[in-house]
């Protein structure tokens, strides 16, 4: 099977994601160390982008709308700040009740899970109660460019 991470993304429920990930990852000479940090990694983010699109209401870490789930979002969320960014909007947009901190206007939005982000971001020691604080560690923010350059290669 050989769909690229845009195609996948676009056309594929969270699981058929993950499937394909893990199947990727045995087929490759990664280390251990990635093959394990890689998929609930990217069950984080995906928790969060999938319903954003299910909804139509995909945007990027500066708020401007998107209308498609590509790659390149994909890539521009995995990075530990972004994400992180993603969190408190999303946090925040539920307790609202609305989108917030984006270019949309007065759109329906539905409360989105964040279970899975919040554990995932917990677990890399991000602070999840102040957000304006950088406290997580340089070596995670390198594991975490390290897993973005591992996904790219599976997907090449």
């Given at each position: 099977?050989?769909?690229?991470?845009?195609?996948?993304?676009?056309?594929?429920?969270?699981?058929?994601?993950?499937?394909?990930?893990?199947?990727k990852?045995?087929?490759?000479?990664?280390?251990?160390?990635?093959?394990?940090?890689?998929?609930?990694?990217?069950?984080?983010?995906?928790?969060?982008?999938?319903?954003?699109?299910?909804?139509?209401?995909?945007?990027?870490p500066?708020?401007?709308?998107?209308?498609?789930?590509?790659?390149?979002?994909?890539?521009?969320?995995?990075?530990?700040?972004?994400?992180?960014?993603?969190?408190?909007?999303?946090?925040?947009?539920?307790?609202?009740?609305?989108?917030?901190?984006?270019?949309?206007?007065?759109?329906?939005?539905?409360?989105?899970?964040?279970?899975?982000?919040?554990?995932y971001l917990?677990?890399?020691?991000?602070?999840?109660?102040?957000?304006?604080?950088?406290?997580?560690?340089?070596?995670?923010?390198?594991?975490?460019?390290?897993?973005?350059?591992?996904?790219?290669?599976?997907?090449?």
């Amino acid at each position: 099977m050989n769909d690229n991470l845009s195609n996948l993304l676009q056309n594929s429920s969270l699981e058929e994601i993950l499937q394909n990930i893990d199947d990727k990852l045995k087929k490759s000479d990664e280390a251990d160390f990635w093959k394990e940090k890689i998929l609930p990694f990217c069950e984080a983010i995906l928790s969060v982008l999938l319903p954003l699109k299910k909804q139509n209401l995909l945007f990027t870490p500066e708020g401007e709308i998107v209308t498609l789930i590509d790659s390149q979002l994909f890539y521009r969320w995995s990075d530990l700040v972004c994400l992180k960014t993603l969190a408190f909007i999303i946090q925040q947009s539920n307790e609202q009740n609305k989108l917030i901190r984006t270019d949309y206007k007065n759109v329906k939005y539905q409360i989105i899970d964040l279970e899975k982000l919040g554990v995932y971001l917990s677990s890399n020691k991000i602070n999840l109660v102040d957000e304006d604080s950088l406290d997580f560690p340089l070596s995670i923010y390198n594991i975490h460019q390290g897993m973005i350059t591992v996904i790219k290669n599976l997907f090449k």
